[in-house]
């Protein structure tokens, strides 16, 4: 296990009348360029809000690191809370859970937690199910159950909700939604998932539908090298194409119920859209977690089926590009298509028509909200010569599409900033309450 660098850093004073948060579920500078983008996007809200004083992020490093990328104005600290078998750490979930029974005994992220108004949490935006198995379901409640315990507001930010398919994982979502103070769904689909869990007798105005937070997500400009190429490339028809690492294994097809080889569907897509004088810009959202799971392995494989004359229209985007300097690169393409929805939100948000080859619902639901939910394949039901199709008809309309996201994405991005206007006006509320009455 690598040990991080690692920067004490104590507690600043704050303001009496800004808030301090703590945000989990989404660590920065994360492998998943996803997680990453839903984490940067609500900091880069918050560090810019002047109600907010500081911003304690939790992720999977050691010890309390100060993070001044933001500026002067708030204070960000990056917090390291894991499973570990150093179960004596301080960073240590099992650790964290027998210090906060004694009282806290100057466990950092107790200490914070404790003086927190709120904590946001986002469950890596679609990771509050028991569908990954009782350990991930476990990690990803631990710092929602840490709140509820302090007494501190807990809120869910925009994400998806199950599915759940085990009665111990539904229980234990059914307490979390009860117990937190605002729960936010990222589409109109996981939004009924949340009212079900939530029950009969909920207060529905705190169970609210919003949209993915990265839709929010600024671009960056990537690096010189990068840049010229793209310049390079001026007055081709330059798409691009995200085949998941995720579901390149034979396996894939039984884990995720998928209708047919995935791989070599991506491979024809591809093969499709150079012979239709496509250059193909492959870009990779995931680099890092199981090797066998990134996307770069994949990209691989399908250059490896092409032949060299295609090839030399496809070229593939460096994985080690962080999750604004994608959307930076993908706002650059005539269309896009792509398994890792956060991808496609990087294009989607870039009014980048897109075409999602998706193997849950949660992609429908997300293109739904930009009014383009037709743009969905699920590969469930789908795959081979009939999903290159579909993905083809996409490629096709793709002017109409675009017309649509460009009267339909500047409310979307607008709502996924409003939304933490809201929890940040309620943050400032909640501070007149009593400790652990906010349910």
């Excluded at 360029?33 to 984490?39: D, K, P």
């Excluded at 709140?147 to 085990?166: C, D, E, N």
């Excluded at 993905?391 to 096709?396: E, G, I, K, P």
Aim: charged residues 25%; hydrophobic residues 45%.
């Amino acid at each position: 296990m690598t040990t991080h660098s690692t920067t004490t850093a104590t507690d600043a004073p704050v303001a009496a009348t800004r808030t301090r948060l703590v945000v989990a579920g989404a660590p920065l500078d994360n492998d998943n360029r996803g997680v990453e983008a839903l984490g940067t996007s609500v900091v880069a809200h918050l560090a810019s809000a002047a109600s907010v004083g500081g911003v304690s992020v939790l992720d999977d490093g050691w010890g309390v690191r100060a993070d001044p990328s933001w500026g002067a104005t708030v204070r960000v600290d990056r917090i390291g809370v894991r499973n570990s078998r150093r179960w004596h750490r301080r960073e240590s979930w099992a650790r964290i859970r027998v210090d906060q029974a004694l009282g806290g005994l100057g466990n950092p992220f107790l200490t914070r937690l404790a003086r927190a108004d709120a904590l946001l949490d986002l469950s890596g935006g679609d990771s509050f199910t028991d569908l990954y198995g009782p350990r991930r379901l476990a990690t990803v409640c631990a710092p929602k159950e840490a709140a509820v315990r302090a007494g501190r507001p807990l809120v869910l930010l925009p994400q998806t909700f199950g599915p759940f398919t085990t009665p111990e994982g539904r229980r234990r979502a059914e307490r979390l939604v009860r117990r937190s103070a605002l729960a936010y769904a990222r589409d109109a689909w996981s939004h009924e998932q949340l009212l079900d869990l939530a029950g009969t007798s909920a207060d529905t105005s705190r169970l609210r539908q919003g949209v993915d937070v990265a839709f929010g997500l600024t671009a960056r400009e990537p690096d010189p090298g990068t840049v010229a190429r793209f310049a390079e490339l001026a007055g081709e028809l330059v798409v691009g194409v995200n085949v998941s690492g995720l579901l390149r294994e034979e396996d894939a097809g039984g884990r995720f119920g998928l209708a047919g080889p995935y791989l070599a569907t991506m491979v024809e897509l591809v093969r499709a859209l150079v012979q239709r004088g496509a250059v193909v810009v492959l870009v990779s959202h995931v680099d890092g977690g199981d090797p066998t799971e990134r996307d770069a392995a994949a990209h691989a494989q399908v250059e490896a089926a092409l032949s060299p004359s295609e090839r030399a229209r496809v070229w593939r985007l460096t994985p080690t590009l962080r999750a604004a300097e994608l959307k930076w690169c993908i706002a650059r393409l005539e269309w896009f298509a792509g398994s890792r929805m956060h991808a496609t939100i990087a294009a989607l948000s870039s009014a980048v028509p897109a075409f999602g080859y998706a193997y849950s619902d949660k992609a429908r639901g997300v293109f739904g909200t930009c009014g383009v939910a037709d743009h969905v394949t699920d590969a469930r039901a789908v795959a081979g010569a009939e999903a290159v199709e579909r993905a083809l008809d996409s490629f096709t309309a793709r002017a109409q599409a675009r017309a649509v996201l460009l009267e339909r994405v500047p409310g979307v991005v607008s709502r996924a900033r409003g939304q933490l206007d809201e929890v940040l006006e309620a943050a400032l509320s909640w501070r007149d309450e009593p400790a652990g009455t906010i349910t």
